[in-house]
């Protein structure tokens, strides 16, 4: 799992420090992964990282880690955020903690979609309303 996490994250996950803006990078981050998910039929589309683990069938330790890795993810996120407020991006009001589980969560459920089949354009279209929904003006 570490290992995919350090081959497979950093070509997404780096994009979210990329962009003008927290909500550059957010939007950054979400189209990189809508690039990244769907997979040839040689390999599974998701991402072992948001789809591992989540039920009781795996070791503990396993669990530990997966959740571990989750975890980190919503720290970058709100790291992000926390930035964006600092710099006047965002509202002094803005519930960060609400708005990176909001984008860790539809991280999290594009990879389920397109376990499920999601094809590149309709993930986009999820990035795209994910957007939409982005706080107004500082």
Request: glycine fraction near 8%; hydrophobic fraction near 50%; proline fraction near 4%.
């Amino acid at each position: 799992m570490e290992h995919y996490v350090r081959t497979q994250g950093p070509p997404v996950w780096d994009k979210l420090a990329e962009g003008t803006s927290a909500r550059a990078g957010i939007e950054n981050l979400l189209i990189a992964w809508t690039e990244s998910l769907p997979k040839s039929r040689a390999t599974p589309a998701g991402c072992m990282a948001m789809l591992a683990a989540v039920g009781d069938e795996w070791p503990a330790a396993i669990t530990r880690v997966v959740k571990k890795v989750r975890l980190e993810m919503l720290g970058m996120l709100r790291s992000r955020l926390e930035t964006a407020v600092a710099k006047g991006e965002l509202r002094a009001s803005t519930d960060i903690n609400g708005l990176s589980r909001f984008y860790l969560s539809v991280f999290q459920g594009m990879a389920i979609q397109a376990r499920d089949g999601a094809t590149q354009a309709e993930l986009r279209a999820v990035a795209a309303a994910a957007m939409a929904a982005w706080p107004g003006d500082a």
